[in-house]
């Protein structure tokens, strides 16, 4: 399958501050792809440099085959992540100005509009101006004009970030929709289980690097953390005893339960066997990994711990690890 | 690049900025208004006429010979025989400027408005030989503390003349002639003081004509030169010779029509970009143009926006002199040239304001980036004089060719009296248009990087930078 971006050696760099170092890249058309890392990890740069709208230092970089996306430019949707409308510009009118510089023909524009607004459940709202809406609807009004005139290839860059669950949902099955159309969807959060929940392919970006460019299922075997999560009977309180039983290495309570980690060579079958057989339990479950704990384990390269706490905040607060085992 | 989205962006630009009640009502209808408001305000100040004075005037006349002929002078009726006389005058000058009005009309409005001509009513007294100045002016005091009671208007003292008794007869005649104090009641009307002044000025030259034994209607007649209109004969013909309006509003209004019309489009711009950056909304539009789409079709709707405004005013202008009767003042190549120095004025300022927009977070930072283009706005006005002085000096000269204040110099040129040869005006144009498209070119490069560019408002070498990057 022709690839919708293909990306190779690019890199890019502000002033002294390298941006983006060296990431290749090869989008499928059709799939759908989540860029993941915390922020000011290189996400935006790296989907403004797919857009033609900063231009990489070095490297080479092809978007639904043509050289650059300046060429086609209505073939793609994108909605940026720092979200722009006119404030005194009613609705309706914005998203007809902006599809008609996306190359859309003026006839059949305002139907195409109305309909889009029907579905994001904003019908009543074309006659308004922009900043009488509240954020979520401007959000959605913002969405519709990224995917208005029926790109091949959607970007989006943090389409969820200030949205209620509802209109989370209703984004999520809007996205969903367009990737079973067969249009090719990226999209960059720093939120990994909204990654999670959409995504077929993962790539994650730390601190200018591809770090993880991978199918979601390939992922988590990869990364299985060897690690079950138990609910005694006896309670949390049972931790040093179940810390007793043969192949487990350590015990932590995490949320709820107790994360009991496997030595090495253990399957976790057998040592699910031996823990029940050891002690009653409510609930006894292997362990799935979730992007975070990848994405942790990527970055700290397996410190593990309380060191692995400290860096998980660290990175989802988006600060930068400056000193490593200091902490 | 992609000229119907160019078109689209420049339409946006257009609508969002013409299209307001604001502009049409602050930048063509209020002037347009004023325009048609002044004729109406001159004639309603003349028939808003403050009530007439009415009341006495002593006079003391040590010359014994003048007060006769003030109160001949001073008479009511001879007194509103001259004020409908003045009126008249000016009510012909009035009809001139207003040329809808139709003659029936204005003749039907003229008569009811000299009927209603409300002159003052004066009583002359002399006042006797015995008489001090001082007693005079105590009866004027005392008035003023029974002024409400005061039954007969008539006794009202308006004013107190003193007439010096070598006023119309030289006493010694190495001498000259003597003259005369007035003193009045505060707040009378102007006219009211100008009546009484003039009339007893009138008064006492007619006795010293009388005197001397010599015909006033004759010394009338001989100051009495009427001009003939000036002429200048130039190779095509004569024509009207050069006043003070031809040499000095005619290039200012030029200038300043260049002036305002570049520079409102450029400040619309440059609020519009720092608006589209500071909203956020220039990434939505950069995935569908190109920066310099973008800005090319912003400078195209301000333009238009710049464009209008000279078309309006022009409009006005060309009316105003028609109804002035100075319409041989209009020189269609000059209204031409005013258009064609406007695009390229406009064309410099508006690269400049993109450029600063694009460059800032907001229309505060703008300010520090705009002081070296408000100097640049300036100098026009500057050497406006010594410009205008002398049109051809090597000074007005040379001006004339650095853009981009070229345009403006040059129009003030072009419109003197002493009009440049063709080939400068012509070298002139073709100067500007390399600096339009060097204007441009830079504002395009700042534009582009300014316009993802948050934070920290550059200064002029981080400018310089972006230039040499992008």
Redesign the interface.
């Known amino acids: 399958m022709p690839n919708a971006v293909s990306m190779e050696g690019v890199r890019k760099t502000f002033g002294r501050k390298v941006a983006v170092e060296g990431i290749d890249l090869a989008i499928p058309e059709g799939s759908i792809y989540g860029f993941i890392g915390p922020n000011g990890a290189g996400k935006t740069t790296t989907i403004r440099m797919i857009m033609s709208i900063l231009f990489p230092d070095r490297g080479d970089l092809a978007v639904l085959g043509k050289k650059s996306a300046v060429e086609s430019k209505d073939r793609i949707g994108y909605l940026p992540e720092e979200r722009g409308i006119y404030k005194k510009m009613k609705v309706g009118a914005f998203l007809k100005h902006i599809g008609r510089l996306k190359g859309l023909d003026s006839r059949g524009l305002g139907n195409t509009v109305m309909e889009w607004l029907d579905r994001v459940e904003l019908a009543d709202v074309h006659k308004k101006k922009c900043e009488e809406l509240s954020k979520g609807m401007q959000q959605k009004v913002q969405f519709i004009a990224s995917v208005l005139h029926d790109p091949d290839l959607i970007i989006l860059d943090e389409p969820f970030s200030g949205l209620d669950p509802v209109n989370m949902r209703l984004l999520r099955s809007l996205i969903d929709e367009q990737h079973t159309n067969g249009k090719t969807v990226i999209f960059s959060t720093h939120v990994m289980y909204q990654a999670e929940q959409l995504c077929d392919h993962i790539v994650m970006i730390h601190e200018g690097k591809k770090v993880l460019d991978d199918t979601l299922d390939d992922i988590r075997t990869r990364f299985d953390p060897r690690a079950l999560h138990v609910d005694p009977i006896g309670g949390l309180g049972m931790s040093n005893e179940i810390a007793q039983v043969a192949g487990v290495s350590h015990v932590t309570p995490v949320e709820g339960a107790l994360e009991v980690i496997l030595s090495e060579g253990v399957e976790p079958q057998d040592a699910m066997k031996a823990l029940l057989s050891a002690h009653p339990m409510n609930r006894i479950e292997i362990k799935k990994p979730t992007l975070e704990d990848v994405f942790i384990e990527i970055v700290t390269d397996g410190v593990r711990g309380a060191d692995a706490e400290q860096l998980r905040a660290d990175l989802l607060a988006g600060s930068k690890l400056e000193e490593e085992g200091e902490s | 690049m992609n000229m119907s989205?160019v078109m689209?962006?420049a339409a946006?630009e257009f609508a969002?900025t013409a299209m307001t009640k604001g502009f049409i009502i602050g930048a063509l209808v209020l002037p347009a208004a004023m325009a048609a408001i002044i004729p109406v305000v001159m004639v309603l100040a003349m028939k808003a006429q403050p009530p007439a004075d009415t009341g006495t005037v002593y006079v003391l006349d040590h010359s014994k010979e003048v007060t006769p002929i003030i109160q001949d002078r001073l008479d009511p009726e001879a007194v509103k025989g001259r004020w409908i006389e003045r009126f008249e005058e000016a009510a012909d000058t009035v009809q001139n400027f207003v040329p809808g009005v139709g003659a029936d009309a204005a003749e039907n409005s003229m008569e009811q408005a000299t009927s209603n001509i409300k002159s003052p009513i004066f009583r002359i007294i002399p006042a006797g030989d015995g008489t001090n100045l001082d007693e005079l002016k105590e009866e004027l005091r005392k008035q003023f503390a029974s002024d409400a009671g005061l039954a007969d208007e008539n006794k009202k003292v308006l004013a107190i003349i003193e007439i010096d008794a070598n006023a119309t007869k030289k006493i010694n005649e190495d001498e000259g002639y003597g003259t005369y104090q007035a003193f009045f009641r505060p707040k009378l009307n102007e006219e009211t003081i100008g009546e009484i002044k003039g009339g007893v000025r009138w008064s006492i030259r007619q006795k010293r004509y009388e005197n001397a034994d010599l015909d006033r209607t004759m010394i009338a007649e001989i100051f009495e030169i009427s001009a003939r209109e000036s002429k200048e004969i130039t190779e095509e013909g004569e024509r009207k010779a050069a006043n003070g309006i031809a040499t000095f509003a005619i290039p200012f209004v030029a200038m300043i029509l260049l002036l305002m019309a570049s520079m409102t489009g450029g400040q619309y711009l440059l609020t519009t970009t720092v608006e589209?950056k500071s909203?956020?909304?220039?990434?939505?539009?950069?995935?569908?143009?190109?920066p310099l789409e973008l800005m090319t079709g912003k400078i195209i709707g301000q333009m238009g926006v710049g464009l209008s405004l000279l078309t309006v005013y022009n409009a006005v202008g060309i009316i105003a002199l028609i109804a002035f009767s100075m319409g041989d003042l209009i020189d269609p190549q000059m209204i031409l040239l005013i258009f064609v120095f406007f695009l390229l004025a406009y064309f410099m300022f508006a690269s400049l304001m993109a450029a600063v927009g694009a460059a800032v977070n907001d229309l505060r930072e703008a300010q520090s980036l705009m002081t070296p283009v408000m100097l640049l706005m300036i100098m026009p006005y500057i050497f406006f004089m010594p410009v205008i002085r002398a049109p051809n000096s090597l000074f007005s000269t040379v001006l004339s060719f650095i853009p981009p204040i070229s345009p403006f110099i040059m129009i003030m040129r072009v419109s003197s009296t002493d009009a440049p040869p063709t080939w400068q005006v012509l070298l002139a144009i073709l100067i500007n248009m390399v600096g339009v498209v060097l204007f441009l070119w830079i504002a395009a490069k700042v534009f582009r990087v300014g316009l993802?560019m948050f934070g920290k408002p550059p200064n002029l070498r981080t400018l310089i930078k972006w230039v040499r990057m992008a």
Request: glycine share 0%; net charge positive; hydrophobic share 45%.
């Open positions: 989205k689209r962006v946006r969002s589209e909203n956020r909304v220039v990434e939505v539009l950069l995935s569908a143009v190109s993802l």
